[in-house]
């Protein structure tokens, strides 16, 4: 039996020009400029006699202000509704940082609130604050649980992932092909590989370092079980070929629903998730240089750090690590909290304050970046989030394509 992203709890935000959202669930983000977006799917709220209520409200939080992280004002983008409910989908962003690709995912007509896969690739364009379905060449198979990089050239990579073909009987198929977007010229490709393929792979995290080679951790694999985290799966963009390396250093449990970012140096840095029963794991925070690929666990990472949390999302801006919603496994319930992470002392913090306009400094140690390409001018990130409503985690069961 494999485990599948289920839906997560989630309560409504009665929106006027600020909100404070309710404690929720993220299961997907991507970067931009300067406001870090949320798009919420599911209110959570199930009564006798009625359906769960859907939301697709598209939410942001400005970070050239300064915060606290217990005092967030979220303001509300009145035109950025997505036409269709989604999750466990990934989202990329252009090189130009002006369009953000929404791909795959379980999606859900608006209207029939049915499951409507007749599309499978959304954009959205951060000046219209406008959604569409671009036209795209190539056969784009439905896939969920996965994640996508963006190389220096515009290309998507998107790896394996999972994909329900029967909701009567929960049955479906876990893949190990690679395909690709070409966001210029709008052509999907399936990648015809058949050296050293790596196992059936669903639920990890991806990082695409700038020699082109990206980083798959953790995850599932086509039986349901957990990767190792010290077996790391390397795909060469330049080759086109599968490489595979092992980890030396700290122990890291194996885990899903967690987040990675990448620094500029070589460094991947995961924060929480939990195991296949959804108990927590160890370390909550962890590094992988990849320059010697190697674990280790910061000494100050542990003072006053998040409670064990999953299925939230991780961005950055300058030195910060930003960690957002998610759901609390020490208290058992649904996190509104943001987390910030100071990488510059290796701490976590409740005061966000950003740099001066004109400040460009690389001196900060491991700087976090999404690796989704930079903005000229001020630096903008966005996050989308996909929140549904969690009842229960559904089995599912796999066949091998």
Partial sequence: MRKSRGMIEDDMCHYLDECHPSPRMTVYSSRHKNVFFIDDRDDGKQEEGRKDVQSSELLYLDLSKSFDNSTLSWELIRNGDLPIYTYSSTAIVSLDNSIIFLIGGYMVNNNTIDYDFSHQVYAYDYHTSKWTTPSITGNIPIRQQMT????????????????????????????????????????????????????????????????????????????????????????????????????????????WFFSSVLTPDGYIIIFGGCTLTLSSVSPKLAVLDTNIYEWSVPSGSNANSPPSIYGHTANLYNNYMIITFGYDIDDQMYNSQVYLYDITNNTWVTRFNPPPPSTHSKKFLKPLLIGLGTGIGVVVLICIAIFVYRKIMENRVLEIP
């Fill in 148 to 255: 996508g990089v963006i190389d220096n050239k515009g290309i998507i990579y998107i790896f394996g992932g999972f994909n329900i073909t029967n909701f009567t009987t929960l049955t479906g198929k876990v893949y190990n092909e690679m395909n690709t977007l070409d966001t210029s010229s709008m052509a999907w490709k399936n990648l015809t590989i058949t050296n050293n393929l790596p196992p059936l792979s669903s639920d990890y995290s991806a990082n695409i370092l700038p020699n082109g080679i990206i980083v798959y951790i953790g995850g599932q694999d086509g039986t349901g079980t957990l990767v190792k985290m010290n077996n790391i799966k390397l795909f060469d963009t330049n080759k086109v070929e599968w490489s595979y390396m092992p980890v030396n250093g700290d122990n890291v449990d194996s885990r």
